[in-house]
């Protein structure tokens, strides 16, 4: 019996390429497409598929609300995030919210396969560069969380704010930006602004402009 899918991405070609793979491999049965994740909790309500290629990040209805939506309706759809983010904040997000399996959009397409049947059959699936986050996150000690005000300072910092700007847009004092600044470094395991930001980024504590 064929695999039943539903694709959910907010890019078109993303969709097409992605229908084209599935219908021209034997085993496998596009039944819909959602361009958003309340699209796509639509359609799984109404199509029941085995498995939900769902992506991230879409305008709207993002994927993991859909996915906590899924969950929430007792839809028996296993979802599987296809997405190009590999941070640690989306993936334990995703997971969390009930996600079967995480791949990245450069997996090529047999993984791809072999994940969609995974998925079908209940089996949780990850591409190696996700497994390899996660279980890294899993062994590494528990980190001291950043305060709010600390990620407000970084997140200024990180749009190129100076020390005097930053301490003028939060209204406190350049010596008090510093020292949020330093215990950001201590929280995070780096030495300068820089590497600050970067890790913050990877670990998804901020985010980039645009999609």
């Given at each position: 019996?064929?695999?039943?899918?539903?694709?959910?991405?907010?890019?078109?070609?993303?969709?097409?390429?992605?229908?084209?793979?599935?219908?021209?491999?034997?085993?496998?049965?596009?039944?819909?497409?959602a361009?958003?994740?309340?699209?796509?909790?639509?359609?799984?309500?109404?199509?029941?598929?085995?498995?939900?290629?769902?992506?991230?990040?879409?305008?709207?209805?993002?994927?993991?609300?859909?996915?906590n939506?899924?969950?929430?309706?007792?839809?028996?759809?296993?979802?599987?995030v296809?997405?190009?983010?590999?941070?640690?904040?989306?993936?334990?997000?995703?997971?969390?919210?009930?996600?079967?399996?995480?791949?990245?959009?450069?997996?090529?397409?047999?993984?791809?396969?072999?994940?969609?049947?995974?998925?079908?059959?209940?089996?949780?699936?990850?591409?190696?560069?996700?497994?390899?986050?996660?279980?890294?996150?899993?062994?590494?000690?528990?980190?001291?969380?950043?305060?709010?005000?600390?990620?407000?300072?970084?997140?200024?910092?990180?749009?190129?704010?100076?020390?005097?700007?930053?301490?003028?847009?939060?209204?406190?004092?350049?010596?008090?930006?510093?020292?949020?600044?330093?215990?950001?470094?201590?929280k995070?395991?780096?030495?300068?602004?820089?590497?600050?930001?970067?890790?913050?980024?990877?670990?998804?504590?901020?985010?980039?402009?645009?999609?």
């Amino acid at each position: 019996m064929a695999v039943t899918l539903l694709i959910a991405d907010d890019h078109p070609i993303v969709r097409d390429g992605l229908r084209g793979m599935f219908t021209t491999e034997a085993g496998f049965e596009v039944l819909g497409e959602a361009a958003d994740g309340a699209e796509a909790v639509r359609l799984a309500e109404r199509l029941r598929p085995d498995v939900v290629l769902m992506d991230l990040r879409m305008p709207g209805t993002d994927g993991v609300t859909a996915i906590n939506e899924l969950a929430g309706l007792g839809n028996p759809a296993r979802v599987l995030v296809l997405t190009t983010y590999d941070t640690d904040a989306d993936v334990l997000t995703a997971i969390e919210a009930g996600a079967t399996g995480y791949l990245l959009k450069d997996s090529p397409r047999a993984e791809l396969f072999r994940a969609v049947r995974a998925a079908a059959r209940g089996e949780s699936v990850l591409s190696p560069a996700v497994a390899g986050r996660v279980m890294g996150r899993l062994r590494s000690p528990a980190r001291e969380p950043l305060s709010r005000r600390e990620l407000e300072v970084l997140d200024l910092v990180a749009a190129g704010s100076t020390n005097k700007e930053t301490a003028r847009t939060l209204f406190i004092s350049e010596a008090t930006v510093k020292t949020h600044l330093l215990h950001a470094y201590a929280k995070l395991g780096v030495k300068d602004r820089a590497a600050a930001v970067a890790t913050a980024y990877e670990r998804g504590l901020l985010r980039r402009s645009g999609r």
